[in-house]
């Protein structure tokens, strides 16, 4: 089941259906592994380092013990046991494809700060999304204009530009609030403890669906109706524009 529903938490990441189906199709079509589009996907994932290589121990203790491992023999049969069960690979799946509608969301956003209709109210909401992304003032302009001008996914070579290092940090971001990945601060402290750990180890997933996607939409919807207010905007209709899914 959480294989399905974790990557329609797009949607909620975009607020664009569209975008969000997209997204599921691209994940449906990792089955199709022989395609050039999936291996040039594949590819330029784990140039980014967002999905692993077949020596996959280092994402199992991750996401499993949070940076608590404190036993190599652990990590190892852990390890073995996402092989086998073939946890990892479908999280590697998972996350390549969130590759798909985070690169629309990125276009949709440049594109609505180099729309002149749009107004300036909805341009600054979407300048806020990039600044979540890690995108900063100082390189918003130069990404904004080579995501709207770009109608393709990047290329490997195009990782080494500066508009393709802004895009591996706000990709991954993306990504990892997508496809939950718990670190440290998504664990309470009980965790440190043997007994904590165990009990804990899983349910820091759920505390960092809240955090990246229940939270998160809160947040959302406090920060529109607060630029839309400040536009000019009545309180009643900011708060409800604000709630609103497009950017």
């Known amino acids: 089941w959480n294989s399905i529903s974790e990557p329609l938490t797009a949607y909620f990441n975009t607020r664009d259906a569209g975008i969000a189906l997209k997204g599921f ?87 609505t700060i180099r729309d002149t209709d749009t107004s300036e109210a909805r341009k600054e909401i979407a300048r806020a999304e990039f600044r979540d992304l890690g995108v900063s003032d100082a390189a918003m302009g130069d990404f904004v204009d080579w995501g709207s001008q770009s109608r393709e996914m990047p290329k490997l070579a195009d990782l080494g530009t500066r508009a393709g290092e802004i895009f591996q940090v706000a990709i991954t971001r ?39 996607v229940h939270f998160a939409q809160i947040l959302r919807g406090v920060r529109g109706t607060a630029i839309l207010k400040a536009a000019g905007g009545g309180p009643v209709s900011s708060a409800a524009l604000g709630a609103l899914p497009a950017v």
């Open 174 to 212: 993306f990504v990892d609030q997508t496809i939950q990945e718990p670190k440290r601060v998504d664990k309470p402290a009980l965790a440190l403890d043997p007994i904590g750990r165990l009990a804990f180890g899983l349910s820091s997933f759920n505390y960092r669906f809240m955090r990246s």
């Open 25 to 111: 199709i691209a994940y449906v079509s990792e089955a199709r592994r022989s395609a050039q589009s999936i291996k040039d996907r594949q590819a330029l994932a784990e140039a980014i380092g967002l999905t692993t290589s077949p020596y996959f121990e280092g994402i199992v203790s991750h996401q499993m013990n949070s940076g608590y491992s404190d036993s190599v023999n652990a990590t190892h049969l852990l390890a073995r046991m996402y092989e086998r069960s073939g946890l990892t690979p479908l999280t590697n799946a998972q996350r390549r494809a969130m590759m798909v509608p985070g690169w629309l969301f990125f276009r949709k956003l440049a594109d």
